[in-house]
Every structure is written in structure tokens, then in C-alpha cells.
Nanobody, 121 residues
Framework: QVQVAESGGGLVQAGGSLRLSCAAS????????MAWFRQAPGKEREFVAA????????RYADSVKGRFTISRDNAKNTVYLQMNSLTPDDTALYYC??????????????WGQGTQVTVSS
């Protein structure tokens, strides 16, 4: 069982930056691929970024490539999402997710409650 909790959301102006954190419980964190998803009002949840358990492999949605960076610190059981050059289209509830696989999967097994990111124009 893995529990994840997001933090770091907030209100930021367009062009600004935020760093989200996701703290995970459990002794298996270094064996879990992790990901960030987001859901804007009235829209379906969408994939943002993912990272393999070792951190060597990452994957990004086209909409955030070059602006967002996912990383992890296995010693701290934490995964991060550095978000730069934010636009109002990035406004959403951001979720952290954990997989039981070491590689980046299609589906994820454990989800957090989300942290709100609001970008003002």
C-alpha cells in the first residue's frame, strides 16, 4: 500500500513558476514509477508527466514539454513537478499517482487528493 500527498499548489501570475511536491509513504517508493496528472474544471483528467522508479526515464505531455520538469528524490520518498512559464491553461487540480511497476505504465494504482494550481492572466 502506498499513500501519496501533494503540496505546493497556489495562485501564480502567468509566466511564473511553481514547484509541486508529492510525499509518498511506504518502503517501496524507490520501486514505484510516479506521475502527475491534472484536471481542469469541466474537463477530463489528463496526464502531465511521469518518471520511472530510478528516475532515468521520464515522459511528458506535449502541452508541458520544455516548461515542466518531473524529478524524484528516493531518499526523501518525494517526487517533484517544477512548472515554469505557467499560463492560465495550466490552471487545474494536480494529482500525484504511484504505480506498483518500476517502469512508466499506462495506469496507476494509488492517487492523492490533489493540490490546486491557479494561474492568473
Amino acid at each position: 500500500q502506498v499513500q501519496v500527498a501533494e503540496s505546493g499548489g497556489g495562485l501564480v501570475q502567468a509566466g511564473g513558476s511553481l514547484r509541486l511536491s508529492c510525499a509518498a509513504s511506504g518502503r517501496t517508493f524507490s520501486s514505484n514509477a510516479m506521475a502527475w496528472f491534472r484536471q481542469a474544471p469541466g474537463k477530463e483528467r489528463e496526464f502531465v508527466a511521469a518518471i520511472s522508479s530510478s528516475g532515468y526515464n521520464t515522459r511528458y505531455a506535449d502541452s508541458v514539454k520544455g516548461r515542466f520538469t518531473i524529478s524524484r528524490d528516493n531518499a526523501k520518498n518525494t517526487v517533484y513537478l517544477q512548472m515554469n512559464s505557467l499560463t492560465p491553461d495550466d490552471t487545474a487540480l494536480y494529482y500525484c499517482a504511484a504505480s506498483i511497476t518500476t517502469y512508466i505504465p499506462v495506469g496507476y494504482d494509488y492517487w492523492g487528493q490533489g493540490t490546486q494550481v491557479t494561474v492568473s492572466s
